[in-house]
């Protein structure tokens, strides 16, 4: 169900594969509302980041060192 609901409307990828194998947390249905906030928190500051520069595409530049600053 967690797979079906989360990573069934994601883009084929890499990351979306890597995230779906780490089955860390995801097997645990009382940690659900927890992953999603924590989603819900990297899409805020994906959003906050690309208003200061707008050269930010993708949460991963973020972590592009020359965009530490931001």
Do not use: Q, Y
């Amino acid at each position: 169900m967690f797979h079906e609901k989360i990573f069934g409307i994601t883009k084929k990828d890499e990351f979306s594969l890597a995230a779906k194998n780490d089955k860390k947390h995801g097997s645990f249905k009382h940690l659900h509302a927890h992953i999603s906030s924590k989603m819900r928190e990297l899409a805020r500051l994906f959003v906050a980041a690309r208003k200061i520069d707008g050269t930010i595409t993708w949460l991963a530049d973020l972590l592009c060192p020359e965009k530490f600053e931001v």
